[in-house]
């Protein structure tokens, strides 16, 4: 059973551009949502996070929106950077755990 | 600056071995945590310990067992290691007042023959 989904594997953008990355869930349990970015060959590095009781964070240029009715979240990135070219994971959290999606890959084309 | 440091960024062993992948942060955090993840499958959860000789079980600890002496060290052992176990392995730890956020390492990438 997969709590925590990512249906799109790979997403292209062009630098400058709004990046939008898509996650859908199915435990109303957590308590809170994060993003995580991964470099290949390094360990992921937390991004952004969102408490439940919240429908939107922002930092610089990223926004995390969450939908609680809907169980979505999405994550955005304004503007897009050749650098911010990584696999985003979001997850779910609560009691120490998080629960992982299986990422999206993000190419930012210059 | 937080840093998570795994023992081994790559591994070969054969079927049948037992291993061990450490895994040591120096932020002083209470939680440990050892993923593992696969092509397609995102991070998956094995093991994870809230406090010194504490531990629960994750999503997939069928294989593995773990050790936590000092608060500072989690290890993740294979007692007897199968092809299906070949994956990148990841350590992380949060504080407990800000469970939400863990540090990872750079991962272990393991290759069982």
């Known amino acids: 059973d997969q709590q925590v989904k990512q249906n799109s594997p790979s997403l292209s953008v062009q630098e400058g551009r709004i990046s939008i990355l898509n996650c859908d869930y199915t435990?109303?349990?957590?308590?809170?949502f994060l993003w995580y970015k991964k470099y290949p060959a390094e360990g992921p590095t937390f991004l952004i996070s969102?408490?439940?009781?919240?429908d939107k964070n922002e930092d610089g240029r990223f926004t995390v929106f969450l939908n609680k009715s809907a169980k979505h979240l999405s994550l955005h990135i304004v503007p897009s950077q050749p650098g911010d070219s990584a696999v985003y994971f979001c997850?779910?959290?609560?009691?120490?755990?998080?629960?992982f999606g299986k990422g999206t890959l993000l190419t930012v084309n210059p | 600056d937080v840093k998570v440091t795994q023992s081994s960024r790559y591994l070969v062993k054969r079927t049948g071995e037992k291993v061990f992948l450490e895994c040591v942060q120096d932020?002083?955090?209470?939680?440990m945590f050892w993923y593992r993840q696969d092509p397609g499958l995102g991070l998956r959860l094995i093991y994870f310990?809230?406090?010194?000789?504490?531990?629960e079980k994750g999503d997939i600890p069928e294989g593995y067992s773990v050790s936590r002496e000092k608060k500072e060290r989690f290890s993740l052992i294979l007692e007897s290691a199968s092809t299906n176990q070949t994956s990148m392995y990841l350590c992380?730890?949060?504080?407990?007042?800000?469970?939400?956020?863990?540090?990872f390492g750079p991962g272990t990438r393991l290759l069982v023959l």
């Open positions: 932020m002083d955090h209470e939680n």
């Open positions: 969102i408490s439940s009781i919240k």
């Open positions: 992380a730890s949060s504080k407990q007042e800000a469970q939400e956020t863990q540090y």
């Open positions: 997850a779910g959290g609560s009691n120490y755990k998080l629960t």
């Open positions: 310990s809230y406090d010194v000789k504490m531990k």
């Open positions: 435990n109303s349990m957590f308590d809170y």
